[in-house]
């Protein structure tokens, strides 16, 4: 028997006044897994990640989040945002503070850690993106990709259940995407579960269990890497992916 999935979206559809995005998603990613989303430019892959943690509404639909209907009426949401670590293009950190600063915020504020323990967390997580050197630096000292990788620091350092990465490379100089999706492939290979939009299709073909190829709100195909790839079921996945190769 398989694991129970620790994300699952069920019927999702999402609408902004009359303009339809997503039109019934179902999805699963199970513990470990990593799912890469690959699509055109307004198919709704942000729509989708950002109503997992509710900061879209969802028009309709379901999604569990470790077992927690996070649609339900007295859902904690602080609670479900602890379980859910997202990484945008945009790093978001904030100037004024250190790398560690920015590592050690959500974990004073939110999770209540005492300082002490918020910087050991913090150090941890600095350390697992190769950062650990970087700990006093600034956000303007640092390069795209580390800032890129702070942000992860900073999602990793609270102990996520499944990590959600809206294109974390597009923002970045070509040769300072490999550092970050470096680091990826190393959180996947410690067992975190993650699902992410990505137009690097190399990483996705490489390191993906699944790969979903969405367009027009809908998720069009999905299957293993090789598959969407190297043998595509639909025409339009394969319009898509040839664009690449
Ligand atoms: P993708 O990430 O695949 O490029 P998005 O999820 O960002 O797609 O957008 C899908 C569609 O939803 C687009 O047509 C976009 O204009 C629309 N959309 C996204 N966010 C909003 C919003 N806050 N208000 C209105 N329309 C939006
Ligand atoms: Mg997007």
């Known amino acids: 028997m398989q694991a129970a999935p620790i994300l699952e979206i069920v019927g999702l559809h999402k609408s902004y006044d009359n303009n339809v995005v997503l039109r019934g998603i179902d999805l ?25 943690n509710r900061l879209e509404e969802p028009s309709e639909g379901q999604i569990l989040v470790d077992g927690i209907q996070i649609m339900h009426p007295r859902v904690n949401l602080n609670e479900v945002r602890q379980r859910i670590g997202m990484v945008f293009q945009q790093f978001n950190l904030y100037p004024h503070l250190t790398a560690l600063g920015n590592v050690m915020l959500a974990l004073k504020k939110v ?13 941890k997580a600095l350390q697992q993106v190769g950062l650990e050197h970087k700990a006093d630096s600034y956000p303007g000292q640092l390069s795209g ?16 259940k ?14 300072l995407v490999g550092s970050v999706l470096q680091v990826m492939r190393e959180l996947r290979e410690a067992g975190m579960t993650m ?51």
């Not at 990709?145 to 996520?160: F, H, K, N, S």
């Not at 990590?163 to 923002?171: K, V, Y």
């Open 28 to 52: 699963r990613v199970r513990p470990g897994q990593l799912i890469c989303v690959i699509g055109p430019s307004g198919s709704g892959k942000s729509t989708m990640l950002r109503c997992c």
């Open 195 to 245: 699902l992410v939009v990505t137009h690097e299709m190399a990483f996705a073909r490489a390191v993906a269990d699944r790969v979903v190829f969405m367009d027009g709100g809908h998720i069009v195909e999905e299957g293993p890497p090789e598959q969407i790839f190297g043998a595509p079921q639909h025409e339009r996945t394969r319009a898509f992916v040839s664009r690449f190769s």
């Open 111 to 123: 999770q209540r850690h005492p300082h002490p323990e918020a910087e050991k967390r913090a150090r």
């Open 162 to 175: 499944v990590m959600l990465f809206d294109e974390p490379t597009s923002a970045l100089d070509p040769e």
């Open 145 to 160: 990709g580390q800032q890129q990788r702070v942000g992860i620091a900073r999602a990793i350092a609270l102990e996520p």
